[in-house]
């Protein structure tokens, strides 16, 4: 144990991996080979097990319980009685050899009586709400809520989110406006009314900003259900939602952006190199999307970590 660890004199700490600067309150117990890393806070009543791990500056909150199997990155915030859960099918002095893997990445807070069941993944900066059930994965950024939880949105990056953005005429009289997140923009689409009924059209290269090599549907989508969740290396997306509506968040590890997609001479531009997010589908959205390439499975970035990795490599 680190000598500039500090344990109350009425917690038991039983691991000799305790990192500086750490504080463990009164009544907390660390059983033997615990993992606890530098400038933690460790709250009253809580129980750390043997094979647990704990990164640097995580806050754990009084009433929890870190069991085998479960692993919480760098700046975690455990809010105070949340409940991790490690066996799916527990029986009374039934042991597993193995327990699933639990891992709460870094940067993310659960919130207080939050319930996480074994061997999912909480994404980096994602937010559990207080009293979630959390029945599967949730996604990096990603705000959940309710019994299960669902996503109701995500966290705001350092530019503020958007909603029904109305753009302005650029300057070749087509409506054009850039969402300062790596190129991605929004665009109004030509638009004819008459009695008989409403026309939009577009031309490729013009309205849509590439020749489009592929196109596909997306549609009869449960509304609390999530699509996208990627980046592409090369290919450009060009995303309209022609019947009901759809949020799309746009991301490039810096700026975070969310716009509604709801009317079919709206088309949101998403670039090479742009993490997109599809969700809060109506039951009714049918959402086209216009691809640049051809579809390659080796285009895709799927490990958001991964992409906010490349991003800050490329400065």
Same mark, same amino acid.
């Given at each position: ?121 909480? %994404? +980096?900066? #994602?937010? /559990?709400?207080?009293? @979630?059930?959390?029945?599967?994965? *949730? ?6 809520? $309710? ?96 019947? %009901? +509506?759809? #949020?799309? /968040?746009?991301?490039? @590890?810096?700026?975070?952006?969310? *716009? ?6 709206? $088309? ?48």
């Amino acid at each position: 144990m680190s000598e500039t660890a500090f344990v109350h004199p009425q917690a038991l700490c039983e691991s000799k991996t305790i990192g500086p600067r750490t504080r463990v309150w009164a009544f907390a117990h660390i059983l033997e080979g615990a993992q606890i890393g530098a400038d933690c806070n460790v709250c009253d009543h809580v129980f750390i097990e043997g094979a647990a791990v704990v990164g640097d500056r995580v806050t754990i909150k009084c009433g929890v319980q870190i069991w085998d199997g479960i692993e919480l990155e760098d700046d975690v915030f455990v809010g105070p009685n949340a409940t991790f859960c490690n066996d799916p099918f527990p029986r009374s002095r039934q042991h597993l050899k193995q327990y699933p893997v639990t891992i709460v990445r870094k940067g993310a807070s659960i919130g207080a009586n939050a319930t996480l069941l074994p061997g999912i993944t909480i %994404g +980096s900066n #994602a937010m /559990v709400g207080a009293g @979630a059930v959390v029945t599967k994965s *949730v996604p990096p950024n990603a705000i959940v809520v $309710g019994n299960p939880a669902s996503i109701v949105g995500y966290v705001p990056g350092a530019a503020t989110g958007l909603s029904q953005p109305t753009p302005g005429p650029g300057p070749d009289g087509d409506a054009v406006v850039d969402l300062g997140v790596n190129g991605a923009s929004l665009h109004r689409l030509p638009q004819v009314r008459d009695l008989r009924g409403n026309l939009s059209a577009m031309e490729f290269g013009q309205h849509v900003p590439f020749h489009a090599k592929r196109a596909f549907m997306v549609y009869d989508v449960p509304s609390r259900e999530v699509r996208g969740e990627h980046a592409h290396w090369r290919c450009s997306q060009f995303l309209i939602c022609v019947r %009901g +509506s759809c #949020a799309v /968040v746009v991301d490039d @590890a810096r700026q975070r952006r969310e *716009v509604l997609l709801d009317r079919p001479d709206l $088309g949101l531009l998403l670039p090479p190199m742009t993490w997109g997010i599809q969700y809060k589908y109506s039951a009714d959205a049918l959402l086209l999307v216009f691809a640049s390439d051809p579809y390659d499975a080796d285009d895709y970035i799927r490990d958001y970590d991964q992409f906010r990795q490349l991003m800050e490599q490329r400065g």
